[in-house]
């Protein structure tokens, strides 16, 4: 069975969908940001704060090294594809669902908990998403096996769509015998 990866931005439901879609298939689940606050014992902004960028993404790399067994489902954190190794481990090491969305949608989900995110705790505005969406989309789109659109939907609409793709990624492979 293929690992499958849910990426994409702040507030697209990489977590939600991750935990339900792993319970459902009874699989393991590794949210990459969960994995580092336990971890640390403190929050991803504390981390930022007190540590700096470099050490939280070095942690990013780490969980991703050493965590990742065949078959599971990932949630990973919005940034990890900004690090050229991380995508390389990811590429090679499953199947990636990009949650895609407009920033407009992004600034409606963690408008309740922006200031929870580092890079928006100064400045949180449509344009300082689409900034930091621009800066990502790049990165999201190279490693993308699937896309899947959550502009206006739930994620009760959005669970069908992931446990689909799954189901695609590990159908069983038709054997030709000559």
């Known amino acids: ?19 339900v879609l792993a319970s459902r298939k009874n699989l393991a689940y590794l949210d990459i940001d969960s994995a580092i ?56 090491s499953g199947r990636v669902v990009y949650l895609r969305a407009k920033a407009s949608t992004i600034y409606s989900n963690i408008e309740n908990y922006h200031n929870d995110i580092a890079i928006f705790s100064n400045n949180f505005t449509v344009l300082q998403v689409e900034k930091y969406l621009d800066m990502y989309k790049a990165y999201y789109e190279e490693l993308q096996n699937y896309a899947i659109d959550v502009d206006d939907k739930s994620i009760e609409e959005l669970i069908p769509e992931v446990i689909a793709i799954y189901n695609f990624i590990n159908k069983p492979k038709a054997h030709i015998y000559i």
């Open 37 to 92: 606050v336990e971890k640390e014992n403190r929050d991803i902004k504390t981390i930022v704060q007190e540590s700096g960028v470099e050490y939280y993404r070095n942690l990013e790399k780490y969980i991703l090294k050493n965590s990742i067994t065949q078959g599971m489902i990932v949630s990973t954190g919005a940034g990890i594809v900004l690090d050229e190794e991380n995508r390389h481990l990811i590429k090679k």
């Open 1 to 19: 069975m293929e690992t499958v990866y849910l990426e994409g931005f702040h507030g697209v439901g990489k977590s939600m969908l991750g935990k």
